[in-house]
């Protein structure tokens, strides 16, 4: 008896579907992909596209209707995508192989890009490790393409983990080339943001002026020729990335050399606090001593949540046991109030666009339920998934027994935010806020582990506030100066 072997059988079974693929009479959807004037339609079936794309799953769910019975055919559209680079992953999905011989490196990124887009999870680790391996010297060519793409999605994890080695492998290589100031600005909010780089201020400090400066090629060459509206330029190019380096770790010399000259760059909350801080380090008097702030805050700015709900969350963050004792609490900081800011999807974005590392307060209206989620990546308005493994959500269902709490972590990392720009925090649709004082949650969550209500549908919002967080670790520790009356100033402590 002859005994096949079992990849005979797979590369039939593969030849079978890509033959289903080209046949044209069997098909019971179409695909229109691309933008005009380059548009292509493709023919396709739907229980292929279901159990290959995580991303046509959940389009093919909500455009299909299971009663409708006239024979007529599905069609979507995916506009993001080139016809030629599609056509590429479609026979993926049907023959479950790719050869990438034969494609130019901008068209492998293309592929990749596409493939997170569709959901395509064993495809984006099969070509990050093809690029790594395969490609290495032309993307540190290409540096910056590499790492402005790794970073625009949460996916690529293994380039950026190559992008971080060969910035701290070749940091002022990196630092002195033209890649750096061509990136974007979540991009160097994210890097100088890294423990590796906050150890050296001054550094970071002249890396950001340089990259503003760049962005800015009509600024005098010479910066002590400055106007007036040069320097609000250059502060309003650097009001973001400025706010996340520690100019606290500073001694008065060093902060009079190199950052004093540029005061007028600096947001003028964090001018004024800096300028008081320094005041009162003169340089015939030894440094003060720094100790480290081994708690948060006896207080926080919340009218919803208390200290004891932050340390419990701060738990959940961590992944630790409730009993667990956490020694560096993360310190929340507030950047959006509802009552305060607006409750309009608009505001929401407009804030907390590029912001990472959230935590999402909504207060139950006529109830002391407290409802939330955690997104550790950056918010979006291009209706996108963000894909994360360390999102949850969670409730409380009084606010004043913090023990009456259910936690549902996310289980399918391919949805787990939803960047709407006509929503507020959504994390899948399991937990929504909608606008206008509205949300809503669902029973049987499809994307994270439990319900957090025992009620299906929609809610009104009496108040809902969104919180960054910032770490006490060792590199990212609060400082408190231990003399009497000296101002202590904002700490920039950040997450990398």
């Known amino acids: 008896m002859t005994i096949m072997n079992n990849n005979e059988f797979l590369s039939k079974l593969s030849q079978n579907l890509l033959e289903i693929l080209e046949d044209n009479e069997f098909y019971d959807i179409t695909i229109e992909v691309g933008n005009d004037p380059y548009v292509k339609i493709f023919?396709?079936?739907?229980?292929?596209?279901?159990?290959?794309?995580?991303?046509?799953?959940?389009?093919?769910?909500t455009r299909v209707n299971r009663n409708n019975n006239d024979g007529s055919l599905t069609h979507i559209r995916l506009p993001n995508i080139s016809?030629?680079?599609?056509?590429?992953?479609?026979?993926?999905?049907?023959?479950?192989?790719?050869?990438?011989?034969?494609?130019?490196?901008?068209?492998?990124?293309?592929?990749?890009?596409?493939?997170?887009?569709?959901?395509?999870?064993?495809?984006?680790?099969?070509?990050?490790?093809?690029?790594?391996?395969?490609?290495?010297?032309?993307?540190?060519?290409?540096?910056?393409?590499?790492?402005?793409?790794?970073?625009?999605n949460n996916s690529f994890l293994k380039l950026q983990d190559f992008c971080k080695e060969f910035i701290f492998n070749e940091p002022e290589k990196?630092?002195?080339?033209?890649?750096?100031?061509?990136?974007?600005?979540?991009c160097v909010i994210s890097l100088i943001?890294?423990?590796?780089?906050?150890?050296?201020?001054?550094?970071?400090?002249?890396?950001?002026?340089?990259?503003?400066?760049?962005?800015?090629?009509?600024?005098?060459?010479?910066?002590?020729?400055?106007?007036?509206?040069?320097?609000?330029?250059?502060?309003?190019?650097?009001?973001?990335?400025?706010?996340?380096?520690?100019?606290?770790d500073?001694?008065?010399?060093?902060?009079?050399?190199?950052?004093?000259?540029?005061?007028?760059?600096?947001?003028?909350?964090?001018?004024?606090?800096?300028?008081?801080?320094?005041?009162?380090?003169?340089?015939?008097k030894p440094e003060p001593k720094i100790t480290k702030e081994i708690s948060s805050k006896n207080t926080m700015d919340s009218k919803i949540?208390?200290?004891?709900?932050?340390?419990?969350?701060?738990?959940?963050?961590?992944?630790?046991?409730?009993?667990?004792?956490?020694?560096?609490?993360?310190?929340?900081?507030?950047?959006?109030?509802?009552s305060r800011d607006g409750f309009s999807p608009r505001k929401f974005h407009?804030?907390?666009?590029?912001?990472?590392?959230t935590i999402s307060i909504i207060k139950v209206e006529d109830s002391n339920e407290i409802l939330g989620g955690y997104n550790p990546i950056i918010w979006k308005s291009d209706y996108s998934y963000g894909n994360t493994m360390d999102s949850f959500i969670f409730s409380f269902r009084?606010?004043?027994?913090?023990?009456?709490?259910?936690?549902?972590?996310?289980?399918?990392?391919?949805?787990?935010?939803?960047?709407?720009?006509?929503?507020?925090?959504?994390?899948?649709?399991?937990?929504?806020l909608n606008g206008n004082k509205r949300g809503s949650t669902l029973l049987s969550p499809p994307c994270y582990e439990k319900p957090i209500r025992k009620i299906n549908g929609s809610f009104n919002v009496e108040e809902y506030e969104i919180f960054q967080i910032t770490e006490g670790s060792e590199e990212y520790e609060m400082f408190q100066i231990t003399k009497g009356s000296e101002p202590k100033g904002d700490s920039n402590c950040n997450i990398s």
């Open 43 to 61: 023919r396709a079936h739907m229980v292929i596209l279901n159990y290959r794309s995580p991303y046509l799953r959940r389009i093919l769910s």
């Open 83 to 152: 016809p030629e680079i599609f056509q590429t992953i479609l026979r993926y999905i049907y023959g479950g192989s790719l050869l990438l011989k034969g494609y130019d490196i901008s068209d492998i990124i293309k592929i990749l890009i596409a493939s997170s887009e569709l959901g395509l999870q064993e495809l984006i680790i099969h070509l990050q490790l093809f690029l790594i391996e395969n490609r290495k010297n032309w993307m540190k060519q290409n540096f910056s393409l590499i790492y402005k793409t790794s970073f625009e």
């Open 174 to 186: 990196f630092f002195n080339s033209n890649d750096f100031t061509s990136l974007p600005e979540s």
């Open 193 to 248: 943001q890294h423990k590796n780089f906050q150890k050296n201020v001054i550094q970071v400090w002249e890396h950001v002026l340089k990259w503003g400066i760049a962005q800015n090629p009509e600024l005098p060459s010479d910066p002590s020729n400055y106007s007036k509206n040069d320097l609000n330029t250059l502060r309003d190019t650097l009001q973001q990335c400025t706010r996340f380096i520690k100019f606290f």
């Open 250 to 284: 500073l001694n008065h010399k060093e902060f009079l050399d190199n950052v004093y000259p540029y005061k007028k760059v600096l947001p003028k909350d964090l001018r004024e606090n800096l300028i008081k801080h320094f005041i009162n380090q003169p340089d015939n």
């Open 305 to 338: 949540i208390t200290i004891q709900h932050a340390e419990l969350i701060s738990k959940w963050i961590d992944k630790l046991e409730i009993t667990d004792e956490i020694k560096n609490p993360y310190e929340f900081k507030l950047i959006l109030r509802g």
């Open 350 to 357: 407009e804030i907390c666009d590029n912001q990472s590392h």
């Open 398 to 432: 009084n606010k004043e027994n913090i023990e009456d709490y259910i936690l549902s972590r996310v289980k399918d990392e391919t949805l787990a935010i939803f960047n709407s720009a006509c929503r507020g925090p959504a994390f899948d649709f399991d937990l929504v």
